[in-house]
């Protein structure tokens, strides 16, 4: 199964190179053992779920270094509306 996904992700990518795909993928795996999750379901091996990230467009060359950026973002609004939320509780 691994070696169809990594015949979908050079089709995603745009480019037959496997050398730059593996670049790709060991970015992000970095990032999942920094805290990064996963942006697709599944309970495979990491390199696994990198592959499919991959496969299914979320993860490019174009995105690679936003997406931790984009977390960060993304739970800095969640935890200023959840501050909103108690502070017009409270009132």
């Not at 169809?4 to 670049?23: K, M, P, Q, S, Y």
Request: aromatic share 4%; glycine share 6%; proline share 3%.
């Amino acid at each position: 199964m691994a070696r169809i996904t990594v015949e979908d992700c050079l089709e995603t990518v745009g480019n037959h190179n496997r050398f730059a795909l593996i670049h790709l993928a060991v970015e992000r795996i970095r990032q999942h053992r920094e805290g990064e999750p996963f942006l697709v379901p599944g309970k495979n091996k990491e390199i696994v779920m990198t592959l499919r990230e991959i496969a299914a467009g979320k993860v490019t060359y174009d995105n690679i270094f936003d997406l931790p950026e984009e977390r960060k973002t993304l739970e800095a609004e969640r935890a200023a509306a959840l501050e909103g939320e108690t502070a017009a509780e409270s009132s």
